[in-house]
């Protein structure tokens, strides 16, 4: 059998003092927490907004509290804004690469979330149902012509976004989805802008190539 080294096993005795934001650390390193959520993180975000930035900040991560939508969240530090004096810190969040058609869907839900807020009280939820956003996406994804099979695709991306916490399901018959608020974080102005361009780029090269792929006309007319 191996002998376990003195550094496999931990001395309760010399474990520093416990701190009421633990719980809300980990639960921001685990991705965006949002004041609706279950439990009481919420409460110890606001409660310990110091101690947790200043414990992040160590290691290269900036918190973000944004009371007014109701959601914290950890951005990574660039290295360029770090002291000189600070060593090197290893990225701990990977950027994630979105499909097409999840991109083209995020750029549909936060121009829907910004008409809501410029329309509507902005302290309700935006909510909007799965029907209206297929008219959209059948309109703008080419062959989605199959009513079914695009509901399905569209469906399917919206679940890959509600692993990301962008949309939560509000209700599951007729099916309808929350548009969350850190899509304003992760898809400001700029950057919308910019993305709208290289989709509507993308979906005229899509378009010009279904169209070349059409057969043509085989029809003649021939003499009798």
């Known amino acids: 059998m191996m002998n376990e080294s003195k550094h496999d096993s931990l001395d309760p005795d010399a474990l520093p003092p416990p701190v009421p934001w ?22 110890r975000i606001l409660a310990g907004v110091t101690p947790l930035s200043d414990y992040f900040a160590r290691i290269g991560l900036m918190l973000i509290v944004n009371e007014e939508d109701g959601m914290a969240y950890l951005r990574q530090i660039e290295p360029e804004v770090l002291p000189p004096d600070y060593p090197p810190i290893p990225k701990l969040f990977r950027s994630i690469r979105l499909s097409f058609e999840a991109s083209l869907l995020c750029v549909l839900l936060r ?3 910004r008409r809501f807020e410029e329309e509507i009280h902005r302290d309700d939820r935006c909510v909007i149902p799965q029907a209206s956003l297929l008219e959209i996406w059948q309109s703008l994804v080419p062959g989605n012509d199959d009513a079914v099979r695009a509901n399905r695709n569209l469906g399917g991306q919206l679940r890959k976004l509600e692993e990301l916490k962008y949309v939560r399901r509000f209700e599951k018959q007729p099916p ?49």
Do not use: F, N
């Not at 633990?22 to 409460?43: C, F, N, P």
């Not at 309808?176 to 992760?186: N, P, T």
């Open 22 to 43: 633990a719980s809300a650390a980990v639960r921001l390193l685990q991705g965006i927490v949002y004041h609706d959520d279950a439990g009481d993180t919420w409460e």
């Open 111 to 113: 121009d829907e979330l």
């Open 176 to 224: 309808s989805w929350e548009i969350r608020r850190i899509l304003k974080a992760r898809l400001p102005l700029a950057e919308l802008e910019r993305l709208r361009t290289d989709l509507t780029a993308e979906l005229k090269r899509r378009d010009e190539q279904t169209a070349d792929t059409q057969p043509e006309d085989a029809s003649e007319t021939t003499d009798d």
